[in-house]
């Protein structure tokens, strides 16, 4: 059965600086995995998603990574801001067919002014 | 535009009432999901639509009852519910439920409270 683990599981950081958070995944035969942000009481903002024949993709100040062989991803936020303040989700999708994503617990980002 | 809708966007209902969430996109997709997120836990799926037929059951009990009346709509139809389903019902909806680039695109939620 697939687990995901994010860590750590809350962060705070001051403004302007770089960041990584972590995803980690007990299967390794997975078929993507997707990067998302939920502001409090909101729904979730997909941020990237990576194919399992990937190892990173870049959107603006974001980078993810993933190592599928290690079962890991991370998510490099550089230059933080106060608006990128935010729960990130990682989510693992391990079937082709049936479109079911397994997220891990989140982490909880503070970014102070 | 990929913007997934849901209405309403609260509710509150007691244990015998039966009332409706409904979702709505209009992006072409032919996948659409259900999800229940509890406070500080992350989303856990309920339902899978592709193609308009129901693909996955995650076990829900029958008191959720899923319906998708076309291919830019879904419901879900609740019935006799448990103060413990109480939760934030995300919708989500992607291209396909397979290929590799499938993004899944969510919705703002429905907060549900059940007394």
């Known amino acids: 059965k697939q687990e995901v683990t994010q860590i750590p599981a809350a962060l705070s950081v001051p403004e302007g600086e770089n960041l990584v958070l972590n995803c980690s995944f007990t299967?390794?035969?997975?078929?993507?995995l997707q990067w998302f942000r939920q502001d409090p009481g909101k729904g979730l903002t997909s941020l990237l998603l990576?194919?399992?024949?990937?190892r990173e993709q870049t959107s603006g100040r974001l980078n993810a990574s993933l190592d599928k062989s290690s079962g890991r991803s991370t998510l490099y936020i550089a230059a933080s801001q106060p608006g990128d303040s935010a729960t990130y989700l990682c989510?693992?999708?391990?079937?082709?067919?049936?479109?079911?994503?397994?997220f891990g617990q989140g982490t909880t980002l503070q970014v102070k002014p | 535009d990929t913007e997934v809708t849901q209405t309403p966007k609260h509710l509150v209902m007691g244990m015998t009432n039966k009332k409706s969430l409904k979702c709505e996109q209009h992006?072409?997709?032919?996948?659409m999901y259900w999800y229940k997120q509890k406070a500080k836990k992350p989303p856990e799926l309920m339902f899978v639509?592709?193609?308009?037929?129901?693909?996955i059951n995650e076990s829900v009990p029958s008191r959720f009852s899923p319906e998708c009346p076309n291919s830019s709509l879904l419901n879900l139809h609740l019935h006799a519910l448990q103060p413990e389903d109480s939760a934030l019902y995300l919708c989500?909806?992607?291209?396909?439920?397979?290929?590799?680039?499938?993004?899944?695109?969510f919705g703002p939620g429905t907060r549900l409270l059940v007394l």
């Open positions: 639509y592709s193609y308009e037929k129901l693909s």
């Open positions: 989510a693992v999708r391990s079937s082709s067919n049936t479109g079911k994503l397994i």
């Open positions: 989500a909806s992607s291209q396909a439920a397979s290929g590799q680039q499938e993004t899944q695109y």
């Open positions: 992006m072409g997709h032919r996948a």
């Open positions: 990576i194919q399992s024949s990937q």
């Open positions: 299967d390794s035969a997975i078929y993507n």
